[in-house]
């Protein structure tokens, strides 16, 4: 990519669908090809070895963008329950090796819990970095919820069927894609992000003027 005045591709640090799609989508008027992980004949592991999301999510977005010469955003997040010390946090995704035995998990975890103990938010944090892997910005979201102690819904996935929101009082996952992407943590920090890229992608072309 060397000697163009700004990047043309933006790499998603994943190999997720739903999440290169929905960065595409919010992404439709910005002048870049959006791509992912899948979409290149080989990618580096991207491991998560701090102890907070902004540092994950900053180490798989260099970690990316390092290893294949693009623009590369990433995202690290998970459920936060402070009655749990924080638990699951960053370990959202690793306390089991499935969303049906996680929430099992969590819900063991909580049993004898009850009222604002069972209180608990998201968070996500997006990164990204530009080619040689230096940060260009972080963004995070976070939303607010309460753990019930049975699941509902069919859609979503991860902690979705338990985490009931308030506003709507229905779980994640029993609102459609998009009732919940207007309220989620990750659909926040896209939003954010997706405002501020034109920007920074500006920058970029003036700084290589």
């Not at 996500?124 to 963004?139: P, S």
Request: hydrophobic share 40%; glycine share 10%.
């Amino acid at each position: 990519m060397s000697g163009v005045s700004r990047p043309e591709v933006l790499l998603v640090a994943s190999e997720n669908p739903g999440k290169v799609a929905e960065i595409r989508g919010l992404l439709t008027a910005v002048p870049l090809q959006v791509i992912s992980l899948a979409d290149l004949p080989s990618s580096p592991h991207l491991s998560e070895p701090y102890d907070t999301f902004a540092g994950n999510a900053q180490h798989k977005a260099a970690t990316a963008a390092c290893a294949n010469g693009y623009l590369a955003v990433a995202d690290d997040s998970g459920l936060v329950v402070p009655a749990l010390d924080g638990a699951p946090g960053i370990r959202s995704s690793r306390v089991a090796d499935s969303d049906a035995e996680r929430i099992g998990w969590l819900l063991e975890e909580m049993k004898d819990l009850t009222g604002e103990q069972r209180a608990a938010y998201f968070v996500c944090v997006t990164a990204l970095a530009d080619l040689h892997g230096e940060m260009l910005g972080t963004w995070q979201g976070r939303v607010d919820g309460i753990i019930i102690a049975q699941p509902q819904g069919e859609g979503g996935f991860g902690y979705d069927p338990v985490f009931l929101y308030p506003p709507t009082q229905q779980t994640f996952a029993q609102m459609s894609s998009q009732e919940k992407n207007d309220a989620s943590h990750r659909g926040q920090a896209l939003r954010a992000f997706a405002r501020d890229l034109p920007a920074i992608l500006n920058d970029i072309a003036s700084d290589n003027e």
